[in-house]
């Protein structure tokens, strides 16, 4: 009797793995196969969902992509994430090490390590029109230095919090010992902190880039013209009478893939990264 | 004899003072700018391109504020898309998390199928939303599934369903989150505690009730919050699927600032609205926090 409902226990439970499964893949591959469509094939009925049964592949989406403005985008996104990316993690590195090592000092205190997360809880939407009104008086509005400099100011707080968290782990005593033995402050951290930091450093790079590579809202409001990313490009390519979903789908797929390898690579620090977000 | 070497600059002044302040002047250059002008703006009137100057309205915005029914619809809105989204998010990601642990025996499934389901979270809201409106669009995958098997076309995008649509579309990408948060702190829950259990003949049920799920109280609570602060601050969906419509079928409170920013450009009432928005965050935070951590 015990056994048996163990055993419909288990049918149940494998059979909602199944069923959330197909929930998650299905709009994946739909997407998917949506870039390797011609516009014809994509909305019909019924559906056409098997490549080669349904409809012949084309890469006509993805000849579009590169051939066209489009294709730059994905550069403009990068120049964005990387440039970015790298100023976030170099800047809340200075701040992380104050706050893991000299939390005694005037102004490494709980106090503004709370005001930096404060600035990460502040809804960008809140921000977005005094940031925008920010570059344009500037007269930076639509160039990289406001992408990137507006990138790097929302993440410093995240990359502080997750490079203090690293640093934290990291005894204090091997600096002492390295320092005593005489080597320079500089030798110490290349030779103690950062192997040490190693993967943690790594994936606080690759986390910050993807959260910058799939920022959206910024994107649109900063630039969007000169300066163009792949998010922000998107609803433009739905204003005209015929919506080349074929077109979104491509570009849909290839802006995941190196996301898609960072949680791969960095699978065991993903939990962390995304709790600070 | 040696000359005595002039002190060089001490590595904890260096590090511990000097170098953090090249990141804090960072923050500040645009933090300085953002502060003041919340400040200054929330007592103005001034409608961007058609008034000359910004003019003092003492605090006309705040009771504009207290009567602005649309304002107090999008805060219902909101309510019910993050609240009830936060829930079927956070209960499927439970249900996912200990299914994965309890019935995939083989590891490395497990982890494949981990590694899958963390899939969408990863994917830019820019492009989910695109996945989805792909899907729920009139003439889109959805219906055109429901047509050809006989059944009728569902208006998704339309006004009844519009924002369940986007909420499903939440629950699709970031149901990742809970479920990863859930798992992981399964998995430090000691494995003695099982075996002790086990070893009492205590059901599969008693097991869950009395082991699993105060154990998990905290990491639910914290995935909870997490879900719920982040779908009220991001308006990409909204944005992107409906723009707030048909009509206002669909505008949520981060929307509603979006739309008072920067289509009306009320740049006094955004300014206020901005801050209200942002303090909501932190009220709901505290509120959150009391009821569910403090009553202990």
């Given at each position: 009797m015990k056994e048996r409902k163990r055993r419909i226990g288990r049918v149940i439970g494998l059979m909602i793995l199944a069923i959330y499964t197909i929930a998650i893949a299905f709009p994946l591959y739909v997407t998917i196969i949506s870039g390797f469509k011609d516009i014809n094939d994509v909305f019909t009925i019924p559906p056409k969902l098997i490549p080669y049964v349904d409809f012949k592949p084309t890469l006509k989406p993805f000849v579009w992509i590169f051939s066209t403005r489009a294709g730059r985008t994905f550069i403009d996104s990068l120049i964005c994430s990387v440039s970015s990316t790298a100023l976030a993690v170099g800047l809340g590195f200075l701040s992380a090490y104050a706050y893991s090592r000299y939390p005694y000092l005037r102004g490494n205190g709980e106090g503004s390590f709370f005001f930096l997360l404060t600035l990460r809880m502040f809804p960008p939407v809140a921000a977005a029109l005094p940031v925008y009104l920010y570059w344009s008086y500037l007269n930076l509005y639509d160039t990289y230095p406001a992408l990137i400099w507006t990138y790097t100011i929302f993440n410093i707080p995240l990359t502080v919090w997750l490079l203090r968290g690293f640093l934290d782990e990291i005894p204090k005593s091997l600096e002492d010992a390295a320092l005593v033995d005489g080597m320079t402050t500089w030798q110490s951290f290349r030779k103690i902190v950062f192997p040490l930091l190693g993967a943690g450093l790594a994936a606080t790079v690759a986390l910050t880039w993807v959260f910058v590579w799939n920022e959206f809202l910024f994107a649109l409001k900063l630039a969007g013209n000169r300066v163009l990313t792949y998010t922000a490009l998107l609803p433009q390519m739905r204003v005209g009478q015929r919506v080349q979903w074929n077109n979104i789908a491509g570009i849909g797929s290839i802006a995941v893939i190196a996301p898609i390898i960072i949680l791969i690579l960095f699978r065991k620090y993903v939990i962390r990264l995304y709790m600070a977000r | 004899m040696k000359a005595v070497k002039p002190k060089r600059l001490g590595r904890e002044r260096l590090l511990?003072?000097?170098?953090p302040l090249i990141p804090t002047i960072a923050i500040w250059s645009m933090v300085g700018f953002l502060f003041p002008w919340f400040l200054y703006m929330m007592f103005q009137e001034y409608t961007a391109g058609a008034m000359e100057r910004p003019r003092f309205a003492g605090i006309a915005n705040f009771i504009k504020l207290a009567h602005d029914t649309r304002f107090w619809t999008a805060v219902g809105r909101t309510a019910y898309y993050s609240g009830v989204g936060t829930l079927i998010q956070v209960l499927l990601g439970l249900i996912i998390a200990l299914s994965l642990i309890k019935f995939i025996k083989s590891d490395k499934l497990r982890l494949v199928l981990l590694i899958f389901y963390l899939i969408p979270m990863m994917i830019s809201e820019a492009v989910s939303s695109h996945i989805w409106l792909m899907l729920a669009t009139p003439q889109g995958y959805l219906n055109s599934i429901l047509r050809s098997l006989g059944l009728p076309a569902l208006p998704w995008i339309g006004p009844e369903l519009a924002l369940t649509t986007i909420m499903i579309a939440d629950i699709w990408q970031w149901t990742s989150l809970p479920l990863l948060i859930i798992y992981a702190a399964r998995l430090s829950i000691p494995q003695s505690l099982y075996e002790a259990a086990r070893l009492d003949e205590a059901s599969d049920w008693m097991i869950l009730r009395q082991i699993t799920l105060p154990y998990l109280k905290t990491p639910i609570l914290i995935a909870a919050l997490l879900r719920f602060m982040d779908s009220y601050k991001f308006i990409d969906k909204v944005l992107l699927m409906t723009y707030g419509g048909p009509g206002y079928a669909s505008e949520t409170l981060g929307f509603y600032v979006y739309q008072v920013s920067f289509t009306y450009r009320y740049l006094g009432y955004s300014g206020l609205l901005g801050l209200v928005v942002a303090f909501g965050v932190a009220g709901v935070l505290l509120i959150f926090w009391r009821v569910f951590r403090g009553g202990k």
């Open positions: - | 511990g003072g000097i170098a």
